[in-house]
Structures are given as C-alpha cells and as structure tokens.
C-alpha cells in the first residue's frame, strides 16, 4: 500500500527557532499532501492544503507567515515551524493525496511530535 | 454545521472481550464515512471505509456498521487484544468536497489484561 514517511518523528526546539518537517511519498506521486495538527486528547485539525508547484491554502486561523509550507515535488511536501514558541508544541501529521478525485485516497503519515522549550 | 461525534469518550475492557464504539454524524450529503485507528504518538491508520450505500464493512476483527437513516455507525470490536488499545477516530467525507474530513474526537479504548 501506499506509505507516507515524515521526518523527524520528534524534535525538540528552544523558543525563537523554526523547525523544518518534511513529508514524503515513497512510492506514489501526490499532487496534493495536507498538514495537520493535533494536540493532546483532541482530534486531528487540518492546518493547509498544499498543492504540487502552487501555494498552499490555509484554514482559517492558521497563520501563513508563521507556518511555511512548500511543496517543490510530487514527493515531498515540507512545513517550516518559524519562530516556534512554546504554544506551538504539537503533533504534526501529514497526509499524502494520490491523484484522482475522492477522499479515500489519503494516506497519513506517522507524525511529528514537536517540543518547543 | 458538518460535526461528527463519538462515544464513549473512553472505553475500558478486559482482554478478549468485545466491544462497539458510536458515532453520530450531520454531515448531509456525505461520500464515505470511515473508522481510524490512531496509536498513542502516531499517525492515523484507515480500518474501513464505507460509502454512504454500504451497511457494513469488515476488517478482520474490526466491523464498522452504517446507518445513513439515522446518520450513525459503530465499530465493533470481537476478541480484543491488548494490541487494539488506541483511539478510534470516526471521520466523515462530504459529498461536495475532493479532499475534506470531518473528524470526530475519537473513544479512547483501553483493553487491561
């Protein structure tokens, strides 16, 4: 089946640096990979939608400037933390959409768990 | 407004015994509704999937149920191991998106030896 990789699987950060998350497909081609958040006991929260070559969309509330998201292949998609303080410790998961319509085509990654001292 | 939810909130049982976990959605119309199992620390993994004309789907020990009627389904676990202790997430598709889910909170099993 379809196998998302993300890396690192944890990282931990002092306040005020950025932290690079990168989400691979090893062995599909995603036009489309999602980002989510989950913080502890809460469900997944999808963060952005990011789309091979193009600018990410973000939900709302989420600010674009803080979390930077570049999607450069078909392969890998990575979310850069920047300024991390505190309040942005969280599990961050990411999904890898193969192409062609319907939801049933994401595949999760097994997540990064941040720490931010 | 599109919400799924699920009980019981966390759910404790001894191993081998059986066990259904809830969930009652609004999301109309709606795609697929599918079952997750998330480990403590890991990313979600799909157990079934269903469309919204599918009644019932098996995944080895793991049965979801649908009921587009009543907008419910349940997951039923039979013989559980303590392998199956993990958060159970119900997420619901709607009809007129390509990518979105709506999640629910999950039920916490726990299975105690």
């Known amino acids: 089946g379809a196998v998302v990789s993300q890396h690192p699987s944890w990282v931990i950060c002092k306040s005020g640096t950025s932290v690079k998350i990168e989400c691979r497909s090893l062995d599909f081609q995603a036009t489309t990979m999602f980002w989510y958040r989950q913080f502890p006991k809460q469900s997944l929260m999808l963060m952005a939608t990011s789309n091979e070559g193009s600018k990410a969309t973000y939900e709302q509330g989420v600010e674009k400037d803080k979390f930077l998201i570049n999607h450069a292949s078909l392969t890998l998609s990575t979310l850069t933390v920047t300024s991390a303080h505190p309040e942005d410790s969280s599990f961050y998961i990411c999904?890898?959409?193969?192409?062609?319509?319907?939801?049933?085509?994401?595949?999760f990654g097994p997540g990064t768990r941040l720490t931010v001292l | 407004k599109n919400q799924v939810e699920q009980s019981p909130q966390s759910l404790i049982i001894l191993e081998g015994k059986n066990c259904t976990l809830q969930c009652n959605y609004t999301v109309s119309p709606f795609s697929n509704l599918r079952w997750y199992k998330q480990d403590t620390g890991r990313g979600p993994v799909s157990l079934t999937i269903?469309?919204?004309s599918e009644n019932t789907k098996s995944n080895g020990r793991y049965t979801a149920t649908l009921d587009a009627d009543t907008k419910q389904s349940s997951l039923h676990i039979t013989a559980s191991q303590l392998s199956d202790s993990a958060s159970y997430i119900c997420v619901v598709s709607p009809m007129d998106s390509n990518y979105q889910l709506i999640w629910g909170a999950g039920t916490k099993l726990i299975i105690k030896p």
């Open positions: 999904s890898a959409k193969t192409t062609g319509y319907g939801t049933d085509t994401q595949y």
């Open positions: 269903m469309t919204f």
